[in-house]
């Protein structure tokens, strides 16, 4: 008797055991949209992460640090279940919620659960909503949130300018910009003229900072004086539409043709003789430049070996047949190109120092006038002329 009460003790007990140890797998499935308002309606928000918890108090601590902003991304641990992003019209679907109960709703055919859910997007302030999930089923649109914009846009025309001309530039320079104090800079090319957008949060009024370099090296930025800068900045920008004037300055120049006629010892420059040559032709003609290193004159070597000389022009007119003498052109860039930069051989030809503070380099040019065996005869070029007539005693 004594054996059968036992028997019956310990299957009462394993009875109990598995009872309270029975549990069921459920899994579910939610779907919402997104929007914000703008203008006289709702718009739907795309790339909005939805992120789902099972735990409240996780959900909970995870949108405060997402409502500081110092998180983008939830904390692991087993409160946090799944992911999604909102499509193009602002719907999102997370898929295959998998929970485990003991207890469930409608014991092991079907059960409800809470889901507690944040919506990040870096434009938008942080939301939170919380919903209830029935097994077995999608739960189609059983979320809808709207979502306050946490940012302020401005459209900014940018204009690129030369600074010698003021006109816009026509070479391609690679302009970066960057809002308020942060590290990221986008870029874009400019040639000329660029719209970009800009955003910043709410309320504020951030500083944008450009930089422009060429994609060389004889391009610099400056302001609208001349001065090289490393960077220029618009204060205060506010949301709407603001126009931007940057400058950029060549650090490259070629030679302009020098032309002009020369007189030597009287020899007459024009006369009504057919006389196809006198002693103003046949006279070599180069450039030399005040090199800033050593204080000396030296010659444009492409101008002095080209070995160009004076010549003279026949001239038909209703009196008859006469030349001009003396003549020449092209002195700098005839056939050939001159250039001058702070990194090649002619370098010294221009004070940068004194240009970097500046719109305009400036260079002492002198015209030789010789041959091999002669004494040179130089004639100082006045700033800003191109055209001389040169009398040689």
Same mark, same amino acid.
């Given at each position: 008797?004594?054996?059968?009460?036992?028997?019956?003790?310990?299957?009462?007990? =394993?009875?109990?055991?598995?009872?309270?140890?029975?549990?069921?797998?459920?899994?579910?499935?939610?779907? *919402?949209? /997104?929007?914000?308002?703008? *203008?006289?309606?709702?718009?739907? /928000?795309?790339?909005?992460?939805?992120?789902?918890?099972?735990?409240?108090?996780?959900?909970? $601590?995870?949108?405060?640090?997402?409502?500081?902003?110092?998180?983008?991304?939830?904390?692991?641990?087993?409160?946090?279940?799944?992911?999604? =992003?909102?499509?193009?019209?602002?719907?999102?679907?997370?898929?295959?919620?998998?929970?485990?109960?003991?207890?469930?709703?409608? *014991?092991?055919?079907?059960?409800?659960?809470?889901?507690?859910?944040?919506?990040?997007?870096?434009?938008?302030?942080?939301?939170?909503?919380?919903?209830?999930?029935?097994?077995?089923?999608?739960?189609?649109?059983?979320?809808?949130?709207?979502?306050?914009?946490?940012?302020?846009?401005?459209?900014?025309?940018?204009?690129?300018?030369?600074?010698?001309?003021?006109?816009?530039?026509?070479?391609?320079?690679?302009?970066?910009?960057?809002?308020?104090?942060?590290?990221?800079?986008? $870029?874009?090319?400019?040639?000329?003229?660029?719209?970009?957008?800009?955003?910043?949060?709410?309320?504020?009024?951030?500083?944008?900072?450009?930089? =422009?370099?060429?994609?060389?090296?004889?391009?610099?930025?400056?302001?609208?004086?001349?001065?090289?800068?490393?960077?220029?900045?618009?204060?205060?920008?506010?949301?709407?539409?603001?126009?931007?004037?940057?400058?950029?300055?060549?650090?490259?120049?070629?030679?302009?043709?020098?032309?002009?006629?020369?007189?030597?010892?009287?020899?007459?420059? /024009?006369?009504?003789?057919?006389?196809?040559?006198?002693?103003?032709?046949?006279?070599?003609?180069?450039?030399?430049?005040?090199?800033?290193?050593?204080?000396?004159?030296?010659?444009?070597?492409?101008?002095?070996?080209?070995?160009?000389?004076?010549?003279?022009?026949?001239?038909?007119?209703?009196?008859?047949?006469?030349?001009?003498?003396?003549?020449?052109?092209?002195?700098?860039?005839?056939?050939?190109?001159?250039?001058?930069?702070?990194?090649?051989?002619?370098?010294?030809?221009?004070?940068?120092?004194?240009?970097?503070?500046?719109?305009?380099?400036?260079?002492?040019?002198?015209?030789?006038?010789?041959?091999?065996?002669?004494?040179?005869?130089?004639?100082?070029?006045?700033?800003?002329?191109?055209?001389?007539?040169?009398?040689?005693?």
């Amino acid at each position: 008797m004594a054996n059968r009460k036992t028997v019956s003790l310990v299957l009462a007990v =394993l009875l109990a055991v598995m009872l309270i140890s029975c549990s069921a797998v459920f899994e579910a499935g939610i779907s *919402g949209k /997104v929007v914000t308002d703008e *203008g006289t309606g709702k718009v739907a /928000v795309p790339d909005v992460n939805v992120f789902a918890y099972t735990d409240k108090g996780l959900r909970d $601590s995870d949108f405060t640090k997402f409502s500081e902003g110092s998180i983008t991304r939830p904390t692991e641990g087993a409160g946090y279940v799944a992911t999604s =992003l909102t499509n193009a019209n602002g719907e999102f679907v997370v898929n295959k919620i998998v929970w485990e109960s003991k207890k469930s709703e409608f *014991g092991k055919t079907a059960d409800v659960n809470k889901l507690y859910l944040i919506f990040y997007h870096e434009d938008y302030v942080p939301a939170k909503t919380d919903a209830t999930i029935i097994s077995g089923s999608t739960n189609q649109s059983n979320v809808y949130v709207t979502l306050e914009g946490s940012k302020d846009y401005t459209t900014v025309n940018v204009t690129v300018y030369d600074v010698a001309t003021g006109r816009a530039m026509t070479q391609p320079c690679t302009m970066e910009y960057k809002v308020g104090e942060g590290e990221d800079w986008d $870029s874009v090319t400019v040639t000329g003229n660029a719209t970009i957008g800009l955003s910043f949060a709410k309320e504020t009024t951030p500083d944008v900072t450009f930089k =422009l370099t060429s994609p060389g090296a004889n391009w610099k930025m400056s302001d609208s004086t001349g001065k090289v800068i490393a960077q220029f900045v618009e204060e205060d920008v506010k949301e709407g539409t603001l126009s931007v004037r940057l400058y950029m300055k060549s650090y490259e120049f070629t030679l302009p043709g020098f032309h002009g006629t020369v007189q030597v010892g009287g020899a007459p420059l /024009v006369t009504n003789e057919t006389i196809p040559a006198n002693g103003n032709d046949g006279i070599q003609v180069w450039l030399e430049y005040f090199d800033h290193s050593d204080g000396t004159y030296k010659p444009f070597t492409e101008t002095k070996e080209v070995e160009y000389r004076t010549e003279s022009e026949q001239v038909t007119a209703t009196t008859g047949i006469y030349f001009n003498h003396g003549l020449f052109s092209g002195v700098g860039n005839n056939g050939y190109s001159v250039l001058i930069n702070e990194n090649n051989v002619y370098k010294n030809a221009i004070d940068w120092e004194a240009y970097a503070d500046g719109k305009t380099a400036s260079m002492q040019l002198k015209l030789v006038f010789g041959a091999a065996g002669e004494e040179a005869f130089t004639y100082t070029i006045p700033s800003g002329s191109a055209q001389f007539n040169v009398v040689i005693p």
